[in-house]
């Protein structure tokens, strides 16, 4: 299948090597070379595992585990109450104030809150410790050696060196951030809406020793943000722009924020050429798929260049991160994951060994991964859109 034409357009008069032609171009860095070195190379396949400020695994499947095995009836409830938001979209106004009331964003940000409390645990039972789905950037990686892969890929695109300052929006538990800092030496400043995440980030990072990050709770649909003019070095987040009301006034910020030549980073879920929201299959695959990933809206890559545009910045680059455009073959690897575990959560709730809300619970996780790996075949809608922009030196 061809790659669509706005991938293809978008990459003239910039990069327009595929994410396979960078990884195999770069080869791994020395472990023990200095920090300081801005030279530092991504992985030609696998990404060196003792360079991820990665907690042991089995560690955190069982605090996840004893985490969701002890939640009450009502955050359950709030749980499956929180995705009511997914059959909505930030662009239909009316539809929101019918919904949600007047005040409709503040019951989104209490939806993600909820939403996000039991998710993270639920995700962590699995090899997505980290709350996102990276790009497909090697087929011999596993889905978290995909995420270290392009983790480091966000670090070499920023130019990241030791001390700087970066912003890292919709920061989640601190586990990308962590990376940063292992990986590049860099101060990070994360930002996220739920105080649960925010306080488990803080601790992981003081287990690591990493006492120059902070982690702030904060949902960036309330602006400004809470930082000085020209604070940060550096910007990145990952999946999180589909929760923003306002892409437009969040750039702006960002933009005042950012120092004058300091570069952005972003991945995140966008609509495609492809998509045709009239056609009634597209539309009832967005349906399911939304809920899946957690997204309000649905940003397309214009978009999200205009709102950048109109900020001020310049994109250098805007292209599908993922190899030939597609993460399905990673998709598949996660859903058939969370369906085998689905399969013994049901034996052991019908035992009675686990409480019945594990059922609701991994019914509701695996429920629409089939239609996410159908759209993205389709190359109707990628969570993998990939823009780095740079504010101007003047």
């Given at each position: 299948m061809e790659t669509p034409p706005v991938l293809?357009?978008?990459?003239?008069g910039r990069s327009s090597e595929s994410s396979l032609d960078v990884v195999e171009k770069q080869k791994l860095a020395n472990k023990d070379s200095n920090k300081n070195n801005n030279n530092k190379q991504l992985p030609s396949s696998r990404p060196d595992l003792h360079n991820s400020a990665s907690p042991k695994r089995w560690t955190t499947f069982w605090k996840?585990?004893?985490?969701?095995?002890?939640?009450?009836?009502?955050?359950?409830?709030?749980?499956?109450?929180?995705?009511?938001?997914?059959?909505?979209?930030w662009s239909d106004e009316k539809q929101m104030v019918?919904?949600?009331?007047?005040?409709y964003a503040t019951q989104v940000g209490d939806c993600l809150k909820a939403y996000y409390g039991v998710?993270?645990?639920?995700?962590?039972?699995?090899?997505?410790?980290?709350?996102?789905?990276?790009?497909?950037?090697?087929q011999k990686a596993t889905v978290r050696e995909n995420q270290l892969l392009y983790e480091e890929s966000i670090a070499q695109a920023l130019g990241l060196t030791a001390g700087d300052h970066v912003l890292d929006l919709g920061c989640g538990r601190g586990r990308v951030a962590a990376h940063m800092t292992q990986y590049a030496g860099a101060h990070v400043t994360g930002l996220n809406i739920d105080p649960n995440q925010i306080a488990q980030a803080r601790a992981f990072h003081r287990q690591l020793g990493f006492d120059a990050n902070a982690f702030v709770v904060q949902d960036f649909n309330t602006l400004p943000l809470p930082f000085a003019d020209a604070s940060f070095d550096a910007f990145y987040q990952i999946q999180a722009l589909s929760l923003c009301k306002d892409l437009p006034a969040l750039f702006r910020e960002?933009?005042?924020?950012?120092?004058?030549?300091?570069?952005?980073?972003?991945?995140?879920?966008?609509?495609?050429?492809?998509?045709?929201?009239?056609?009634?299959?597209?539309?009832?695959?967005?349906?399911?798929?939304?809920?899946?990933?957690?997204?309000?809206?649905?940003?397309?890559?214009?978009?999200?260049?205009d709102a950048l545009t109109h900020a001020g910045f310049t994109v250098l680059r805007s292209d599908n991160a993922s190899v030939g455009g597609l993460q399905a073959p990673l998709i598949d690897k996660v859903d058939f994951y969370f369906r085998s575990m689905r399969q013994l959560i049901l034996g052991l709730v019908k035992t009675h060994v686990l409480p019945r809300h594990f059922k609701t619970l991994i019914n509701r996780l695996c429920l629409d991964g089939e239609a996410f790996i159908k759209m993205d075949t389709m190359r109707l809608v990628t969570t993998s859109y990939r823009i780095i922009a740079q504010k101007p030196l003047q």
């Open positions: 293809a357009s978008r990459q003239s996840a585990f004893r985490y969701l095995r002890n939640l009450t009836p009502k955050q359950v409830d709030d749980f499956m109450a929180s995705y009511v938001i997914y059959n909505l979209d019918e919904t949600l009331g007047a005040d998710l993270n645990h639920l995700c962590a039972l699995g090899d997505v410790e980290k709350m996102y789905i990276p790009p497909f950037m090697s960002v933009f005042r924020v950012l120092k004058p030549g300091a570069k952005v980073s972003l991945l995140d879920w966008a609509s495609l050429p492809a998509y045709d929201p009239s056609n009634p299959e597209h539309a009832e695959l967005m349906s399911r798929v939304k809920p899946l990933i957690g997204a309000v809206g649905t940003p397309t890559p214009d978009s999200l260049e």
